[in-house]
């Protein structure tokens, strides 16, 4: 379609050129003419000198003069012979009556048959006269509509040439600028048929950005993989010690069994909810960028845990503006595991700092308590899955495992040590800032 604009849009100039040039030729013509008049001693037009043109002397030549006035007969040119131009004599009617336009002006006629004719005019008064004279020169249009028909076919072909050489050129982008995009679509062909987990055929560099993305989707897709084995492996040993102390005790016929039940299930429960929060967390991150008020969610937490241990204290304290990339309902369980440890192994004090420094790319919380500590040498150990230093509390030892996974999975950290203001266990979970 651009190509076909172009092509009437350059048509048409060119036309419009060769029609201008025809009529600067004709005005050439009428200006020569009307330069050579003047008026004899009986008012009529003559020429003091010849005109140019021979063909003006050639009859039926196609160029022609023609001189008419008020009162006088039509004076032509020997090249029109027996015939004579019907002009339009221009003039103009207006409020103060008629006048002539000083100007020449330029059309078409078909008056004389098989014989087109461009014709030019101007209406004037000679200097000792008072008749209004009409000049007029008109050519056929033969050689200018032959000119024309030229040009327009001259254009046809190149533009037909033009356009096939595009369509061709396209041809060969499509099979040899593209052949790249197929040896990709070869490369994962294999890849798929072959079972190799990776693109190492070597392809041209335009498309190796395309091999490397492909390679990084195949690599999270096989971590992927990888992760949900883990945790399927994790969860299936987790729940088999319980499920063994149960079969054990029902084989028995053990008269607490019921305690027993009560107490394995807990424990199951507590291992499901663990890779159930793992499972979100990982499900949530892929979905895109969440964004989580801090202050809003260490406060809820701090209402739910108050009402557990309603002797305890527990301040807050820092940024207030404070905002990570973290699902709320995955902050919640990160803050409440942290904030309800603290509680639960600590002397009644809980102390919680947000911090958040502008640059940084992370948000840094302390949770703090005045119990006992964990010796540093326990410190890595406590994160293990069923970990724990005090037994004589109820749990699962699953809290700070949960906390460490949820966190590493949006790309967090969380490190333990001891507090300087109460003395007990300091816990440092950093998060990435929204």
């Not at 060119?14 to 050439?28: I, M, R, W």
């Not at 039509?74 to 002009?87: E, H, I």
């Not at 014989?115 to 009409?134: D, V």
């Not at 007990?424 to 998060?431: I, K, N, P, S, T």
């Given at each position: ?198 693109i190492t055929d070597p392809l041209p560099t335009e ?212 507090s300087e203001d109460l003395g007990g266990l300091l ?8």
């Amino acid at each position: 379609m651009l190509l076909l604009g172009g092509g009437i849009a350059l048509e048409r100039t060119l036309t419009s050129q060769v029609e201008a040039n025809f009529d600067e030729q004709l005005d050439y013509q009428l200006t020569a003419m009307i330069t050579s008049a003047e008026i004899d001693s009986f008012g009529e037009v003559l020429f003091y000198r010849s005109l140019g043109d021979q063909r003006f002397l050639e009859p039926g030549s196609g160029l022609y003069w023609q001189i008419d006035g008020e009162g006088f007969e039509p004076w032509p040119s020997r090249s029109l012979w027996d015939r004579t131009l019907d002009l339009r004599g221009v003039v103009e009617r207006g409020e103060g009556g008629e006048s002539f336009v000083d100007e020449p002006q330029f059309y078409n006629s078909d008056q004389f048959e098989g014989e087109r004719l461009r014709i030019a005019e101007r209406t004037l008064i000679l200097p000792g006269s008072e008749t209004r004279w009409t000049f007029a020169v008109a050519s056929a249009t033969a050689d200018m509509d032959a000119q024309i028909s030229r040009v327009r076919l001259i254009l046809i072909w190149s533009f037909a040439v033009l356009g096939f050489g595009l369509f061709v050129m396209a041809l060969i982008q499509i099979r040899y600028g593209l052949s790249p995009l197929r040896r990709v679509r070869v490369a994962i062909q294999k890849l798929r048929t072959t079972g190799d987990n990776r693109i190492t055929d070597p392809l041209p560099t335009e498309v190796q950005p395309l091999v490397d993305e492909v390679n990084a989707l195949l690599e999270h897709t096989e971590r992927q993989a990888e992760e949900a084995r883990t945790h399927a492996g994790n969860l299936a040993h987790a729940l088999k010690t319980p499920l063994t102390v149960l079969t054990n005790a029902a084989t028995a016929r053990d008269p607490n069994l019921s305690d027993a039940v009560f107490r394995e299930t807990r424990t199951m429960q507590r291992h499901v909810d663990h890779h159930l929060a793992r499972a979100r967390a990982v499900g949530r991150r892929a979905v895109g960028q969440a964004r989580t008020d801090v202050r809003q969610s260490a406060e809820a937490v701090r209402r739910a845990v108050e009402r557990l241990y309603p002797n305890g204290r527990l301040d807050i304290a820092g940024s207030k503006d404070a905002m990570v990339a973290i699902e709320r309902q995955d902050l919640d369980e990160i803050l409440g595991n942290l904030i309800e440890n603290a509680a639960k192994y600590g002397g009644g004090s809980v102390f919680v700092t947000l911090d958040h420094e502008p640059g940084s790319p992370l948000c840094r919380i302390w949770v703090e308590d005045d119990g006992m500590g964990i010796p540093e040498e326990e410190r890595i150990r406590i994160f293990d899955r069923g970990a724990r230093l005090d037994t004589g509390k109820p749990g699962t030892g699953l809290g700070l495992a949960i906390v460490r996974d949820v966190a590493e999975i949006y790309g967090g950290s969380v490190t333990l040590d001891e507090s300087e203001d109460l003395g007990g266990l300091l816990v440092e979970l950093r998060l990435p800032r929204a």
